[in-house]
C-alpha cells in the first residue's frame, strides 16, 4: 500500500489535481544532487490527495534526507534538554512540532511566499546528542551544523532548549563571521553561569559575546520581561551594544513599525533568528520551560518573522516547546506555524 501511495504522488503534473513532487509522502529514493534550479522540487503532499494521518511524521511530511547536499533549506531537529534549568520536556519538542505540522499548507497567502516553488527543502531529522553529556552535546550539535551550512543549506531547527543556539552559531560564525541576531525571547539567556557551570540554557549569549560569535550592533532581543534578581537586569546586553526591547513596550500596539528599524540596523549582512517560544505568553504558548506571563501575542510573532522578510537570514531556530506541559499541543502547533513563517522569509523565497 505505502509503494502504491509513492507511487501515485511520484507521478507529477497531470496527477493528483496537479501537483506535482519528485519524490512524494513516503517516497525517500529521491537524488540527493537536485538544486533548487531544477524543475521539480519537493513539496508537502496535498491532503486533497493523501490524507493528514498517513505518512512518516517529518515536517510538513516532507521527504526526510539524511544528507543537506542539494538543498536550498532544511528543518533539523535538536530533541536535548538537559540545560533547562527547572522544567524538562524539549528534548519532546521536534517530534510534537512535526506532527502538528501536518495541518500547514505550502502557501502563504498573507504575504504571497511560495517556498516551495523556490526552494529546495526537506527534513534531515534529529541531531544525535548526547543525553548524559551537555558539553559533549555541544560538540556533537556543532559538527552536524557545520556540515549543514558548508553545504549552503539554510537550517531551520525544532528544539530543544535555548543551549541549543550556541553551538549552532559557532557553526554559523565559522561560515559567515559573526552574525545579526534577532532573538525572541522572556529572558536575555546572557548569564554568566549557575551552579558553576556556563554553558545552560541561561547562558548562549554570554557564550556567543565571549567567542565573537555576534555582531553585537546588529543583535536585537524583543519580548524581555519577568522578574530577576537584579534591578537592571538588561546591563550586560546594553553594555554589549545589544538593542533591548522590553515586553511592556510592545503591549497593544503593532509591531511593523519596529521591525522596519530593525531591517535597517541588520542591513543586508548574515542575520540569525532565535525565537523562544515563551517570548510569547503562556495563554497562547503554555507549554514551555520558563513561562514569564505578559508576553507577545501569536500576532505579534507573525509581524516580527514577517518583518524580516529580506533581510539575509541564514539561519532560524524555534526553541523550548515542552510537550508535557503542552496537554492539547497547541503551543506546537504554534511553533510550527512560526517555522513555516521563517521558511517564507528566507532568501531565493518567490513572492508574489
Not at 524581555?224 to 513596550?249: C, H, N, W
Request: some cysteine.
Amino acid at each position: 500500500m505505502l509503494r502504491l501511495l509513492a507511487s501515485r504522488w511520484a507521478r507529477g503534473p497531470g496527477t493528483c489535481g496537479g501537483v506535482h513532487s519528485a519524490t512524494g509522502l513516503c517516497d525517500t529514493g529521491f537524488s540527493s544532487s537536485r538544486r533548487a534550479s531544477d524543475t521539480s522540487r519537493n513539496q508537502p503532499p496535498s491532503s486533497e490527495f493523501v490524507a493528514r494521518s498517513v505518512g512518516i511524521c517529518s515536517m510538513m511530511r516532507l521527504p526526510v534526507q539524511t544528507s543537506p547536499e542539494g538543498l536550498d533549506a532544511a528543518f533539523v531537529g535538536v530533541p536535548l534538554d538537559i540545560g533547562t534549568s527547572n522544567r524538562p520536556g524539549a528534548r519532546f519538542g521536534p517530534r510534537r512540532i512535526r506532527e502538528e505540522s501536518v495541518l500547514l499548507r505550502t502557501v502563504n497567502p498573507s504575504t504571497g511566499a511560495h517556498p516551495f516553488q523556490s526552494l529546495m527543502v526537506a527534513d534531515l531529522g534529529d541531531v544525535n546528542i548526547n543525553l548524559y553529556n551537555l558539553q559533549d552535546s555541544c560538540r556533537l550539535i556543532r559538527e552536524a551544523y557545520q556540515k549543514i551550512v558548508a553545504a549552503d543549506c539554510i537550517p531551520l531547527t525544532l528544539g530543544g532548549d535555548h543551549t541549543i543556539t550556541y553551538p549552532i552559531l559557532q557553526a554559523m560564525a565559522k561560515k559567515h563571521g559573526p552574525v545579526g541576531l534577532l532573538h525572541v525571547d522572556a529572558h536575555m539567556d546572557t548569564a554568566d553561569k549557575a551552579l558553576g557551570e556556563k554553558i545552560y540554557h541561561g547562558t548562549p549569549f554570554r557564550r556567543c559575546v565571549d567567542e565573537g560569535l555576534l555582531d553585537c550592533k546588529r543583535v536585537v532581543q524583543i519580548g524581555i520581561r519577568g522578574s530577576s534578581m537584579t534591578l537592571d537586569p538588561y546591563t550586560y546586553s546594553r553594555k554589549q551594544g545589544f538593542r533591548v526591547v522590553l515586553a511592556e513596550d510592545c503591549w497593544m500596539k503593532s509591531l511593523v513599525p519596529l521591525m522596519g528599524e530593525v531591517r535597517q540596523q541588520m542591513g543586508g549582512r548574515p542575520v540569525y533568528i532565535s525565537f523562544d517560544i515563551d517570548g510569547l505568553d503562556p495563554a497562547y504558548a503554555p507549554g514551555t520551560g520558563t513561562p514569564e506571563i505578559a508576553g507577545l501575542t501569536p500576532s505579534q510573532a507573525l509581524e516580527i518573522i514577517r518583518g524580516c522578510q529580506g533581510l539575509n537570514v541564514v539561519g532560524c531556530d524555534l526553541v523550548e516547546v515542552s510537550p508535557p506541559y503542552d496537554p492539547f499541543g497547541n503551543t506546537a502547533l504554534l511553533a510550527a506555524n512560526l517555522l513555516f513563517e521563517m521558511l517564507c522569509v528566507l532568501p531565493k523565497v518567490t513572492v508574489v
